[in-house]
C-alpha cells in the first residue's frame, strides 16, 4: 500500500472519529438533561416528604406510590438499623434482582459491585449504607455491577442522608442510573472506529453544510428524503432555489443572521413537515453547517412532564450536569459545587449575579445578561425556558470552558420574575472535537485532493440475498477525474457496472468483492489495465498499478499511471543487460591486473626484506668488522706510543671508532636484528620487548611459546617485524606506557600472535584508506604481505576502547614463499690452514702460555686480534678458523686453552661451535665474542658452554683480562 492511500485513510478514519465524538456528544447532552429532569422531580418529591414531617419513621406506602413514578433507580434505608424499606421497579430492572426489603444495607448480598480499580464492594461501601450510616452524601458514583444472569453493566448512584429538625439521620435515599450505553459509548468515542460519513448518512436527523454563495456542499439522505431527491441533486445547487418553501420564514432569517454575525443559533422549528425540530447553526470558515434534531417525541414527553416539573427540587448533583438556582427579588444565587467549577470557582466561593457576569467571556456577557433580563420580564402566565450557549473565563483556574444551559423562570401570583432553575452542561470537549472535526476534513479534503494519484471510495450494493452485485462511487478526487478523463458529477453516485462495463469483463469487479468479503487487500503492482474510455487504441492504453482495500462495507481504490515508468523499466533493463556484459569483461580485466599487482607487490615485500637483511649483513661483516679491526690496531698502537699527545689522539679514535660501531650496530639492529637468525622467534620477541623499553621506554609484557617458532626465517622475519610495527604504533598513538603480546601455536599449524593495548584505540575501517608511502610497514602493508603467506591479520578496537591486533600465519612456508640462499662463506683454503696450525705447533712449544685460537670470518678482525694478542707476554695465538666449523676442527686437533669465538660466522655459528667444542673438549675455555652487547645472543653462548661474552665494540684490555683469566692452573703456577 503506497503513502498516499495509507495517509488518505488515516485522514478518512480522523474524520469519522471526530463526527462520531459529536454524536456522541449529543446523546450525552439529551442524556444529561433527562438525568436533570429526573432528579428535579425526586428531590422536589423528597422535599414535599419533608415538608409533611420531619420526625421518622417514614410512610413506606407513600413513598413506594411516589417512587414508582420515578425514572430511576430507588433506594431507601430507615435509620438507624439501616434496613431498606423501599425499592421501586426501575431499580429491580437495572440490578436483574428483587431487591429484598427488611435486610439491613450492610448485610445485603444480593449484588456485585466494583470499584473503578476493580476491587469489588464491600457492604459497608455502598454509596446507601454509607449515607444511612455515616452521614455521607455520594454524587455520581460509578459502580460496574455484575448482575445475577452473569451481563454487566454501569450504574451511576448518588445518596443522601435524610435529617430530622433535630439533625438527626432517620433515613437516607439512593438514586441510580443505568449509564451502561454512556460507558460503552465513551469507551467507542476513545476508539474512534466510526465512519463520519456513514454515520450521517443513517441518522434521521438533518445534517446540512452551506458555502457563502447559499450552496449545498453536503447534504445527509434523510434531508434529501424529506425533500423527495437525492443527494446528488442537492449538492452544488443553491439553497433557497431547491427549497422554496424555506424562504421568508424562521430558518431564511435566522441562518442569514447566523451567516452574518458569525454566530452560534438554536431555535426551534415546530412545523418541518409535521415535525417539530432543534435547529442549531454553526457557522464555519466554509460558510454554514445546518444540524436539525427532531425533538418531536421529546417535546410530547416535556409537555406531558410540565405540569410536575414545578414540584421539583434540584437537591443534588447528578451526571455531569451542574445545577444553579437563582431569586432575582432575594437577590440570592446557589451553585452546586459543579457550577462554581465551571466558573473555576473553589466549591466554598461565594458567588452572586456579579460574579455570574464576571465570570462570563466578554464576548457572551452583554447577550447573556440581555437575555435573563428578557426572560425575566416575560409572560407571567407561563414559564419560559432558554437555552443557550456561553464561555466562562474561569475565574481562578484561569481555564476557558464552554457551557451549554438550560434554564426556567417561574413567576409569583403578581407577575414577577421569582426563580430561575437551570443546568449547565460542560461541552468543551464537544467544540474542541467541532474543531478537530473541522481541521480533520481540511485534511482529509486537502492531502486526497493534492494526490497525483487517483483516490475513490465505493460502496457495496447488495441484493436481496446479501451477496455483493455491483458497486457505487461515493467520492473521487480531482486526479481520478483526470486519470479517468470524466467530471466528478458523472462518477459519484453511478454504478461501476453501467458506468464501465470492462471493469466486469476483466474480472477487477470480482476481485473488489472478495476484498469486501474477505478483507486482504489487494496489490497489483504493474497489473495490466486498459484505460476503460480507450479500449482498443493503441495510443490509449495504459499501464496502472492498483491498490485496493476494504472500508467498511465497500472499498478504497489507490491507482497510478505506470505506463511511463514501466516503459523507461524496459529501456534501463535493456541498458543494464549491455552495461553487464561490458562490466563483465572490464572485471575480467580488472582482477588479472589486480592479481599482478598483488604477486608484484608481494615480490616487493620480499625483495624490500632481502635488501634488509643484505643491507644489515654488509653493516656487520664488513663496516663493523672493519672498525672493530682498526680499534684493535688504535689499542695496539696506544700500548706502543710513548708521547702523550700522541696517545691522546689515538684514545679520540679509539671513542670515534666506538660511537661508529655503536650506530653501526644501532643500524644493523633495526634493519634486521641479528636475534631472528640465531634463535627462536620467541627469543626474538624477548629481545624487541628490552629494545622497546631502552629505545622508547614501553614495557611490554612477552608471553611467548617456545613451540611456537615457524620454520621459515621469512616468516619469523615477517612475524617479528608485524610486532616491532605493532608496537611503534602502541608507542605512537595508543597514549599508554605498556602493552601485552602473546605468542603460542595453534592446533592446525598455525602460529597466533596478538597485540593488545588499553590505549585511546581508533576506527579499523580507516586502514588502507590513506596510506602514506613514507609510512614503513603500515598496518595495510601488513596485512598485504600476511596474506600473500596465507595467513591474516584481524584489528579489534574503537575509539577509546584500545586496541587488540591478532596475527596469524603458517608455521611451514607455504607455496610462493621466496627461499634466501646463504652466501657462501669465505673459507680458508686447507692448505693455509695446515700451514698456520704448523706454526702454531712450533711456536706453542717454546713455553707455557695461554693458547689461543682465533674463530672470526672476518680476515681484519681476526688478524687485529691475532696481532693485538701476539703484543701481549703470555698469550700465544696458535691458530685462526674463518668459519664455526674449521674452529670445531682445529680445536680437535690443537686443543688450545682459550678460543675467542665469534658468534655470526657461515657453514657453523658460534653457538653451536661452542656445543660441539665443549662436548669433546671440556677443559677448553671459550669465550663469546660479537658485534651485539648483552642479551639473548649472550645467553645462548653461555647455555652452549662459554665462559664468557664480549662485545667487539669492549676495550681489548677487557679480552687480554678475560683470556689471562682462562689461563691453565698449572701455567699459573709456574
Not at 444529561?32 to 420531619?54: A, D, F, I, K, Y
Not at 441518522?203 to 443527494?231: C, E, K, S
Not at 444540524?291 to 414545578?310: F, H, I, P, V
Not at 476503460?532 to 478504497?556: K, N
Request: aromatic share 4%.
Amino acid at each position: 500500500m503506497t503513502k498516499d492511500v495509507r495517509v488518505a485513510q488515516d485522514l478518512a478514519a480522523q474524520l469519522a472519529q471526530a463526527k462520531a465524538r459529536i454524536n456522541e456528544l449529543e446523546q450525552a447532552q439529551d442524556r444529561h438533561e433527562q438525568l436533570s429532569q429526573e432528579n428535579l422531580r425526586l428531590h422536589q418529591q423528597v422535599e414535599q416528604l419533608l415538608g409533611q414531617g420531619s420526625a421518622p419513621p417514614l410512610d413506606p406506602a407513600s413513598l413506594k406510590t411516589l417512587l414508582k413514578q420515578i425514572p430511576a433507580g430507588v433506594l431507601v434505608a430507615e435509620a438507624p438499623s439501616g434496613r431498606i424499606i423501599l425499592a421501586n421497579p426501575e431499580m429491580e430492572q437495572m440490578l436483574r434482582v428483587t431487591v429484598p426489603l427488611g435486610t439491613p444495607v450492610q448485610e445485603c448480598t444480593a449484588w456485585t459491585g466494583f470499584h473503578a480499580d476493580g476491587q469489588p464492594y464491600q457492604q459497608r461501601d455502598w454509596p446507601l449504607a454509607r449515607a444511612v450510616l455515616d452521614g455521607k452524601m455520594a454524587t455520581d458514583e460509578r459502580i460496574a455491577i455484575l448482575r445475577p444472569d452473569d451481563s454487566c453493566g454501569t450504574i451511576s448512584v448518588s445518596a443522601l442522608p435524610l435529617r430530622g429538625e433535630d439533625g438527626q439521620i432517620f433515613a437516607a435515599i439512593a438514586i441510580a442510573h443505568d449509564v451502561t450505553a454512556q460507558a460503552r459509548a465513551a469507551e467507542q468515542v476513545r476508539q474512534l472506529h466510526q465512519r463520519v460519513m456513514d454515520i450521517f448518512e443513517s441518522i434521521r436527523d438533518i445534517f446540512v453544510a452551506i458555502d457563502h454563495q447559499w450552496r449545498f456542499t453536503y447534504v445527509n439522505r434523510h434531508v434529501a428524503a424529506m425533500a423527495g431527491l437525492r443527494p446528488e441533486d442537492l449538492l452544488g445547487q443553491d439553497v433557497w432555489e431547491k427549497l422554496p418553501a424555506l424562504r421568508g420564514g424562521d430558518i431564511e432569517r435566522n441562518c442569514r443572521e447566523a451567516m452574518a454575525k458569525r454566530t452560534t443559533m438554536r431555535f426551534q422549528v415546530d412545523d418541518f413537515p409535521g415535525r417539530q425540530y432543534e435547529i442549531n447553526l454553526y457557522p464555519t470558515p466554509e460558510g454554514l453547517t445546518i444540524y436539525g434534531r427532531d425533538t418531536t417525541d421529546r417535546k410530547q414527553a416535556e409537555d406531558a412532564l410540565r405540569g410536575s416539573e414545578a414540584r421539583l427540587r434540584l437537591t443534588v448533583e447528578v451526571g455531569n450536569l451542574a445545577t444553579f438556582d437563582y431569586f432575582p427579588q432575594e437577590g440570592r444565587l446557589v451553585w452546586s459545587d459543579r457550577a462554581k467549577r465551571h466558573f473555576g470557582l473553589p466549591p466554598e466561593a461565594h458567588v452572586d449575579y456579579d460574579v455570574f457576569l464576571a465570570g462570563l467571556h466578554p464576548d457572551d456577557r452583554n447577550r447573556i445578561h440581555q437575555t435573563v433580563q428578557q426572560a425575566m420580564q416575560g409572560e407571567p402566565t407561563r414559564s419560559r425556558e432558554c437555552v443557550d450557549e456561553l464561555r466562562t473565563i474561569g475565574i481562578e483556574d484561569k481555564q476557558q470552558r464552554w457551557l451549554t444551559t438550560r434554564w426556567r423562570v417561574y413567576y409569583d401570583s403578581q407577575g414577577r420574575a421569582a426563580r430561575i432553575i437551570g443546568t449547565t452542561l460542560d461541552i468543551t470537549e464537544h467544540k474542541r472535537a467541532e474543531e478537530a472535526l473541522r481541521a480533520s476534513e481540511e485534511r482529509f479534503r486537502t492531502s486526497v485532493e493534492s494526490m497525483l494519484d487517483g483516490f475513490v471510495i465505493c460502496s457495496a450494493i447488495r441484493d436481496p440475498a446479501g451477496q455483493i452485485v455491483d458497486f457505487r462511487i461515493e467520492y473521487i478526487n480531482e486526479a481520478g477525474c483526470l486519470l479517468n478523463r470524466m467530471s466528478r458529477d458523472q462518477q459519484i453516485g453511478q454504478r461501476l457496472r453501467a458506468l464501465w462495463p470492462q471493469i466486469a469483463e476483466s474480472g477487477l469487479l470480482e476481485e473488489c468483492r472478495r476484498v469486501v468479503d474477505s478483507g486482504v487487500p489487494l496489490v497489483r503492482e504493474s497489473s495490466q489495465y486498459t484505460e476503460l474510455y480507450g479500449q482498443g487504441s493503441p495510443d490509449l492504453r495504459r499501464v496502472y498499478d492498483l491498490r485496493v482495500t476494504r472500508l467498511d462495507d465497500g472499498f478504497a481504490a489507490v491507482w497510478r499511471d505506470m505506463t511511463h515508468r514501466k516503459r523507461m523499466e524496459q529501456q534501463l533493463r535493456d541498458l543494464n543487460e549491455t552495461l553487464e556484459h561490458r562490466v563483465a569483461e572490464r572485471t575480467a580485466v580488472a582482477e588479472h591486473r589486480a592479481a599482478q599487482l598483488q604477486r608484484l607487490a608481494g615480490e616487493l615485500s620480499r625483495v624490500e626484506e632481502h635488501e634488509r637483511r643484505r643491507l644489515a649483513q654488509i653493516l656487520h661483516d664488513h663496516l663493523q668488522q672493519l672498525l672493530v679491526g682498526a680499534k684493535f690496531s688504535v689499542s695496539m698502537l696506544r700500548g706502543q706510543a710513548h708521547d702523550d699527545q700522541l696517545r691522546q689522539s689515538l684514545r679520540q679514535v679509539d671513542d670515534l671508532l666506538n660511537d661508529s660501531i655503536t650506530a653501526s650496530r644501532s643500524l644493523t639492529v633495526e634493519l634486521s636484528p641479528p636475534i631472528l637468525a640465531q634463535g627462536s622467534l620467541g627469543a626474538a620477541l624477548h629481545w624487541l620487548s628490552r629494545w622497546m623499553a631502552e629505545k622508547h621506554s614501553l614495557a611490554t609484557e612477552v608471553r611467548a611459546d617456545e613451540q611456537a617458532n615457524p620454520q621459515s626465517e621469512e616468516i619469523r622475519s615477517l612475524l617479528f617485524q608485524a610486532v616491532r610495527e605493532l608496537l611503534l604504533n602502541v608507542v605512537k598513538h595508543a597514549s599508554v606506557k605498556g602493552a601485552i603480546v602473546e605468542m603460542h601455536a595453534t592446533d592446525d599449524g598455525f602460529v597466533r600472535i596478538v597485540v593488545a593495548d588499553t590505549g585511546v584505540g581508533f576506527d579499523p575501517s580507516q586502514i588502507g584508506r590513506s596510506q602514506d608511502p613514507a609510512s614503513g610497514f603500515g598496518l595495510f602493508s601488513l596485512q598485504e604481505r600476511l596474506s600473500l603467506l596465507g595467513g591474516r591479520m584481524d584489528i579489534e578496537s574503537a575509539p577509546g576502547q584500545g586496541t587488540r591486533v591478532t596475527v596469524l600465519a603458517p608455521m611451514q612456508p607455504g607455496a610462493g614463499l621466496l627461499v634466501q640462499e646463504a652466501v657462501p662463506p669465505a673459507v680458508e683454503s686447507a692448505e693455509a690452514a695446515g700451514r698456520r696450525v704448523e706454526v702454531f705447533r712450533r711456536r706453542g712449544s717454546r713455553g707455557k702460555a695461554v693458547r689461543v685460537l682465533l674463530a672470526d670470518d672476518h680476515d681484519v678482525v681476526r688478524n687485529g686480534l691475532a696481532r693485538l694478542l701476539q703484543t701481549q707476554p703470555g698469550i700465544q695465538v696458535i691458530g685462526q678458523a674463518s668459519d664455526g666449523q674449521m674452529a670445531v676442527d682445529l680445536a680437535m686437533r690443537m686443543q688450545p686453552d682459550v678460543i675467542v669465538m665469534d658468534v655470526s660466522m657461515p657453514r657453523l655459528d658460534g653457538v653451536e661451535a661452542t656445543r660441539r667444542v665443549i662436548s669433546q673438549l671440556p677443559k677448553v675455555k671459550v669465550i663469546g665474542l660479537s658485534m651485539h652487547g648483552e642479551g639473548e645472543i649472550a645467553e645462548r653462548m653461555r647455555l652452549a658452554g662459554a665462559v664468557t661474552y664480549l662485545a667487539k665494540s669492549s676495550a681489548p684490555e677487557d679480552l687480554i683480562a678475560a683470556i689471562r683469566a682462562c689461563k691453565p692452573e698449572a701455567a699459573q703456577k709456574q
